[in-house]
């Protein structure tokens, strides 16, 4: 089974969030349908299931390989790496 290799990289404590909501669907005017928070440096984007999929941009950007989920009552991560769950 394949496994993630960035996840012993990622900062502890996990960064805190820079917003409750994905500030690129805030500025847009567009809902996000789910949130994603990256576990390198803190930013909340919007999920592929949202129109702009901010959560994917932003690891396309920045390279930042893991997001978990910022849903409440949901706890999981996802290496845009190496495609798996963390």
Do not use: I, N, Y
Not at 72 to 83: I, K, Q
């Amino acid at each position: 089974m394949k496994q993630c290799t960035h996840a012993d990289a990622l900062p502890h404590p996990e960064p805190e969030p820079r917003s409750e909501t994905c500030l690129e669907c805030l500025a847009e005017g567009t809902h996000p349908v789910q949130l994603r928070l990256c576990l390198t440096c803190g930013h909340v984007g919007c999920c592929d299931s949202s129109p702009h999929q901010h959560a994917t941009k932003h690891h396309k950007d920045s390279g930042h390989p893991v997001m978990r989920t910022f849903e409440p009552g949901e706890d999981w991560r996802w290496c845009f790496v190496d495609h798996v769950l963390a």
